[in-house]
């Protein structure tokens, strides 16, 4: 089998790049190849769901303002023989709190975010007080909500991208990538589990956490790791004022989620690894500690669900790796190690890769500083007080 663009996975990322190159060239022939369309274990139905424009590096907070505006018209943008691609976007902020130590470096982020158009307002404590009075503000120094920002439904995002592209003519193929063929600076074919080989102009490693191990196949080795991290679900007895996507100094991240309340405290401490298993103690000694004592209406709070899923965490740095040049592969292109923000930047990164692709260079946002070449030249590109 032959077609111009191979991508392997088919999560959020992969679906939202056989969109965008078949939306820019629709006679350019792209396959996604996916080895389990059910998804059960990949990333993006696993997600929380937050989309903000909090970041401090420029690319970030470009490729949010980007996704986050595509994402308030998905429904009709994606609508397929008229019926609406829904993704349930909640506008209901979010809110980024920190202890005195840490207010200038969210004022210098707060001041990016301002330059660059990001609705953003700074809460003083006793604001913040004011504004959500179930808080416990005493050991803060400052805040900043942004009121556009939100949720919605990662599964529906998947959906809607697979939905889209597929009806655009991209072809979705139901087999793993075993292997890789190599002929001196290019990739020629994938190798799939059932045997068949397909042949390509370019191959897009979208495969998330095992990101690692599509580039095993090429002998190549990448800093992204499997990084287990819980989704919890949980309810408090008393009632609390409606709240953002809420994220604590001490990486409390959490919103509310019909009755109760999503989210969870992911650690750079965890082993790496693909590892599913249920640590039921983790709500109660992790979790807990920091939600009671944020908001004493959690005191008695039970977690009725916990649920584990991978981050594609790029451990160079914490960004994302877009784009050609590992180990000197020119039709090689990575498009992983997002490091839990793959959802809200699906469209942004889609859009990117298919410029890419088709042009061979960023037409609107740049993200050459994201580039594999940072790992050769040994320069990180972290976020600043961002988690
Ligand atoms: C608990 C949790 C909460 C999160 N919260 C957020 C959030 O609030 N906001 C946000 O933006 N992001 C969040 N993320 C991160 C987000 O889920 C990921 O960054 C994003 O889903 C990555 O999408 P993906 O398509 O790269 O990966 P995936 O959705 O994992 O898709 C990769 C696909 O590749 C397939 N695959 C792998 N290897 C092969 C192969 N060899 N051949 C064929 N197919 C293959 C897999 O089957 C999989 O379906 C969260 C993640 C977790 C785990």
Known sequence: MRTDIVVIGGGAIGAAVAYYVKLADPAVGVTVVERDPTYELASTPRASGGIRRLFALPENIELSKYSIDFFETFPDTMAVDGVPAEVGFKKNGYLFIVPPSDRDVLRRNFDTQRRRGCNVVWLEPDALKQKFPSMNVEDLGAAVHSPDDGWLDPHSVLMGFRNKAKSLGAQFVADEVVGLVREGNSVTAAVLKSSKRIEAIHFVNAAGAWAKDVCAMLDIEVPIEP??????????????????????????????????????????????????????????????????????????????????????????????????????????????????????????????????????????????????????DRTPIREQGII
């Open 227 to 376: 990084l287990r991290r819980f989704e919890h679900y949980f309810e408090s007895q008393e009632p609390i004022e409606p709240l953002p996507y809420l994220k604590d100094p001490q990486r409390l991240a959490f919103r509310p989620e019909g009755r109760g309340y999503s989210g969870g405290v992911p650690t750079l401490a965890e082993p790496r690894g693909y590892n599913f298993a249920v640590d039921r103690d983790y709500f109660e000694n992790a979790v807990w500690p920091i939600l009671a004592h944020r908001f004493p209406q959690f005191e008695r709070t039970r977690c009725l669900r916990t649920l584990p899923g991978l981050y594609d965490q790029n451990d160079f740095d914490g960004n994302v790796i877009i784009g050609p040049g590992a180990d000197g592969l020119g039709n090689f292109h990575l498009l992983s190690g997002f490091s839990g923000h793959g959802l809200m930047h699906a469209p942004g990164c889609g859009r990117a890769m298919a410029e890419l692709l088709l042009t061979g260079s960023f037409q609107t946002i740049d993200l050459t500083r994201f580039g594999w070449q940072r790992l050769v």
